[in-house]
Nanobody, 122 residues
Framework: QVQLVESGGGLVQAGGSLRLSCAAS????????VGWFRQAPGKEREFVAS????????VYTDSVKGRFTVSRDNAKNTVHLQMNVLKPEDTAVYYC???????????????WGQGTQVTVSS
């Protein structure tokens, strides 16, 4: 059974930093893209960032470029999202996700974590 568990969320002031982690089990982690998504109250879920199975290719949505960094440690089955210079508009529940197929970067995510709340105060 595939499990993705996020951690590291919390309350931070604008301009601060948080580091989210996503711990995976039940899949050959090193073979999977991992994506980060977020959903703010009253808004649709949106893509934030992704990292390929070997860590060699990362993608970011424009609003977080230069502030967020996604990385992975395949030896520990973990992906991190370092978030710097946080803004109130970054407030959301953050989810990590993985596709159901190994070595697929087509954006079809089938496995999802339960989410972690990030709140940025102004």
């Amino acid at each position: 059974q595939v499990q993705l568990v996020e951690s590291g969320g919390g309350l931070v002031q604008a301009g601060g930093s948080l580091r989210l982690s996503c711990a995976a089990s039940g899949l050959t982690f090193r073979a999977y893209v991992v994506g980060w998504f977020r959903q703010a109250p009253g808004k649709e879920r949106e893509f934030v960032a992704s990292i390929r199975w070997n860590g060699g290719n990362t993608v970011y949505t424009d609003s977080v470029k230069g502030r967020f960094t996604v990385s992975r440690d395949n030896a520990k089955n973990t992906v991190h999202l370092q978030m710097n210079v946080l803004k109130p508009e970054d407030t959301a529940v953050y989810y990590c996700a993985a596709p159901t197929r190994a070595y697929s970067d087509a954006g079809e995510y089938g496995y999802w974590g339960q989410g972690t709340q990030v709140t940025v105060s102004s």
